[in-house]
Nanobody, 116 residues
Framework: QVRLVESGGGSAQPGGSLRLSCAAS????????MSWYRQAPGKERELVAT????????NYPDSMKGRFTISRDNAKNTVYLQMNSLKLEDTAVYYC?????????WGPGTQVTVSS
């Protein structure tokens, strides 16, 4: 079955960087777009970035442009999120997501905490 497992979260200081990974299995990874979302305490889950199945294009909401970069390695069935210039407000649980057979699948998430 479809399985997504995030890793790479942890603690960082403001201005620091983290790279998140999401390992996928159970479906033809290279055929599907992948997305990163995040959910901060007390807030709704929000889209961070989406990447096309080939990795040839990526899209970011205006609020996420500039500091986040999504990428993928189809040979490793893995999607990444590079986060730079981290801010306190980037503290959240980060999830990867795909839609397979018309159904959304989510990983369990990885916690990112930005604090000084």
């Amino acid at each position: 079955q479809v399985r997504l497992v995030e890793s790479g979260g942890g603690s960082a200081q403001p201005g620091g960087s983290l790279r998140l990974s999401c390992a996928a299995s159970g479906f033809t990874f290279s055929a599907y777009p992948m997305s990163w979302y995040r959910q901060a305490p007390g807030k709704e889950r929000e889209l961070v970035a989406t990447i096309a199945n080939t990795g040839g294009s990526a899209n970011y909401p205006d609020s996420m442009k500039g500091r986040f970069t999504i990428s993928r390695d189809n040979a490793k069935n893995t999607v990444y999120l590079q986060m730079n210039s981290l801010k306190l407000e980037d503290t959240a649980v980060y999830y990867c997501k795909t839609v397979w057979n018309f159904r959304p699948y989510w990983g369990p998430g990885t916690q990112v905490t930005v604090s000084s």
